[in-house]
């Protein structure tokens, strides 16, 4: 009967930690080999200036949405008079003066617009029109550790793009880690910014949010669990490559994927990333408990042979 | 008498967006009526016709758009054979086809009117000033009083319009230019329809007192009251004894010249623009509406203001420049909840009930903040002022302008706080959350956004039937991968009063089933007995949508039994959890702008990894459509309520 009892307690336990799954759509993107045309650079070392910095304190920074503003579908750029209708939804999620679904280049010449893990790019035109361009750029984290998708990419620089990460639990309830990232596009080149400097909490990940740069690229401004926070960071110096494109002919001109860039199937390509196994988290708790009934078990048992 | 319904079974190309096509039709067994049902399939939009020689069909104003569920469509007949047939479009009725001012979505969705006649019931008023005025635009018998014509003392035409904007009380042109008028206690409308009334007049009174009209459909808690109603002396008639009074002398006003009037106070301009759920400008929201849903309050920046406001520009005369304006605001009468709830003192910026420019201009308050609203007649006759209210949900308030030194109020301005709900469908894109374990091709994600759609659907419906203002934002509308950490922002940054996440369980164990919704556990979450409370409603609504469809639905009960009884609250089936929707840190709740704590929960409808609990949820069975539609219409419901009853 007890033996029943213990095998129904690590049934049940089971259960308890395999509850969810991820889709195989999502395990097949997040375990994607590195794209032929995208390269890993090493990580960009953040620290912190200043933290809880007031609302308007960081006047001298460029937004991320570099002036322009969207809607569910309209983009507006006030400086030039420009509000276009596209063909295709943005990320918008209510109020939304900032942009949240839209970066303008600080040449005013190149607009990123964001829906999920797509990215368009568009050109703007002296006449005031958007030409769309092909572009690849990457919507998963590709570098060493949990993988998770990339969002919201938007202009540092003219050449510099900045994007939150995000690391999901497998039941995508809870967010594991948040990460920013750059890519510097014309050497395609992704590097995930190192903010260990922070100090942010593990445990309990705080919420990551790119709110805007100083023009010099030497400076972002975050904001971390809703407080701004001013951060160091080199964005403008090419990081060096941590392993080089196998491909990279492959990767000009490339038509599929680049349209709006969606990370899946383009970005299945060539060799394996670092893997991260499906469900590895859950299984090595499910181990750990295997292995600790296992053992109550056998002390029980024992004691029952022996005593 | 037995009644014939021929159901026409044509397929007719009328054009590329409009079909007719066969359609298996349930019929009513009952005598004298029809009852039509079918599937309605998502992306296309039904429109029911009827004819008696199958040539000239006739629009019945029935309208709905498919979504995959059961459209049902009863109604009473004394035809003993006429033929119906559905007519199908491939398009959503935009535009406005018979030119009466109502979109064709709004006529087909929302007001059931002909939308290729502007005038359904034909009894000469367009349907849109019936829906404006709030009569019945298919009955030629109900129809708005614009005009009252009273013949006082002898060719006196007296005009009234219903709508504040528009108070006129005016003489004829034809009128004998030697009499005079002093008009002593008006009172019209004394049951709630408008009658006709014979005006006495009284040599040397020179106020009215009172005068009172009273829309026909609220018996009183619409009525609207003006006081000493200023009237318009034309300027030949300045000894008139209106002027001549000592009690209460008013000035020479002008813009009636040669008629005599009410004097009208009307609102220019609402500033800002209300925004719709895309972020577009909503025409004409600049201006004050009359009649329900009430004038919106809107929040810019729920981060910095934590209050609902709006500025309003009025014109009361240039003949009174330089005359104060007094501006007071309490609870609307008849308001539910009978309270504004919330303390202005709350708000860390803006914790009077009006702000005032130093100066009037078109554009801009310099926010010199009072308790009490006190503006000046600018020389374009103009005035504005900035209203603020706590921003909960559904707080319905009564702003009153007074004249300094004239006794009751000039004008009434009756505005409300929309309800801000944002649904948030889990998973999307290439997340696609659980997989229905007897059957793949159930995924999470397409579960979550199709109850979500129905319950937003739910939603307008119940909001536009109670004539509330509201705000229901979807945090994805398709199948898009969304950010999890951009979810709850949403309603933070909308000032939402709920947010709902809507999920399906899965566990490895096939026997596993129940429904249960969680909110954030405490320390962090500020606000968990509010949580609790909503979450409970839902839970409870989940419940018994599911037990409707399969015996086997329940409450999956919690594990925290201690934190239910220390709530003291009846919930089976809530829980608590650390999910990242749900965290009030998120939503901007217990920071020092507590001000507006959202209320959020997360509720997993059914294990779709149970095979009874799949097919009672599933789209493809009729018992998951069946399930969507009572979960959805019962949450609906819910969330109302608890907007209502949020302190």
Known sequence: ?307 | MKIFVVLSFLLVSLSKSQTVELLTLKTSPTPNAVDLEWVGQSGKFYYLQCSADLEDWNFMGVVDAGDGSVISYGFPTNFTSLNYRVVIRLTPPTGDADGDGLTDEDEHFVHMTNADDADSDGDGVDDREEVVAGTDPWSDTDRPFYVLEVTWPSDVVVEYFLTKEFWVLKADEATDPDWWIGLSQVDVATTLDLQLKSFEPVDGVTTLNVLNFRDRESAGADQYTINNIALVIPSERTASPVEQAENNPLPELGGYAGKWGLYPVSVLELSPKVKDEEGNEIAGSEKIVQGRPLGFFVEIDPHANRIAHRELKVKIGGPLEDRKVIWSLDVLPGATPATVRGEWEDSPTHKDRFEVSAVYGISGFNRVSQTSGETTVAESGQTAIRVNVPPIGLNQVRIRIQIEGVAGELDLIDMEVPAVVVIDPGHGGIDSGAVGRTDNSVLEKDLALAYSLKLREELIDKFKDERHGFLVKMTREDDSTLKLSYRAPVARDLGADIFVSIHFNSALSSSARGSETYVERTPRNRNQAEDAGLASLLQNSVVSAIQAEDVGGKHRLTFNHNWVLKNNLPILGVKTAGFVVTKDGAFNNGNSTDFHPVRACLVEIEFISNDAALNAVKLSDLRGIRSKDGFSQSAAQDILNNIQDQE
Request: hydrophobic share 40%; aromatic share 8%.
């Open chain 1, 1 to 307: 009967m007890k033996l029943f009892a213990y095998i129904a307690l690590l049934g049940s336990s089971f259960f308890l930690f395999s509850a969810y799954g991820r889709s195989r759509e999502m395990i097949d993107a997040l375990n994607a080999p590195v794209p032929a045309w995208l390269s890993l650079g090493e990580p960009i070392r953040a620290e912190v200036i200043a933290r809880d910095v007031q609302r308007g304190d960081e006047i001298s920074f460029r937004p991320r949405s570099g002036g322009a503003t969207n809607s569910a579908t309209r983009v507006q750029i006030p400086d030039q008079s420009i509000d276009v209708e596209l063909d295709h939804r943005i990320d918008y999620f209510g109020k939304n003066e900032e942009g949240q679904g839209v970066s303008l280049s600080p040449d005013g010449k190149k607009l990123l617009v964001n829906l999920g893990t797509e990215t368009w790019l568009y050109e703007v035109a002296d006449s005031g029109r958007l030409h769309e361009v092909l572009i690849d750029i990457p919507h998963v984290t590709y570098d060493d550790g949990l993988k998770g998708l990339i969002f919201q990419w938007s202009w540092a620089s003219d050449g510099v793009m900045v994007a939150n990460a995000e690391v999901m639990d497998e039941k995508g309830h809870n967010v594991i880690e948040n990460r920013v990232y750059a890519f510097h596009q014309e050497r395609k080149s992704l590097s995930r910014l190192d903010f260990s400097a922070l100090n942010l909490d593990a445990n309990d990940p705080p919420s990551l949010k790119v709110l805007g740069f100083r023009a010099n690229l030497d400076e972002i401004v975050l904001e971390i669990d809703g407080k701004r926070v001013l951060a160091k960071a080199d964005l403008k110096s090419l990081p060096r490559l941590l392993e080089e494109p196998r491909d990279r002919r492959s990767a000009s001109g490339k038509v599929e994927g680049a349209k709006n860039s969606r990370p899946m199937p383009s970005e299945l390509k060539e060799h394996q990333s670092a893997s991260e196994k499906p469900g590895s988290l859950l299984w090595f708790i499910a181990g750990v408990i295997l292995v600790a009934i296992l053992a109550f078990f056998l002390k029980t048992w024992e004691g029952k042979v022996f005593s």
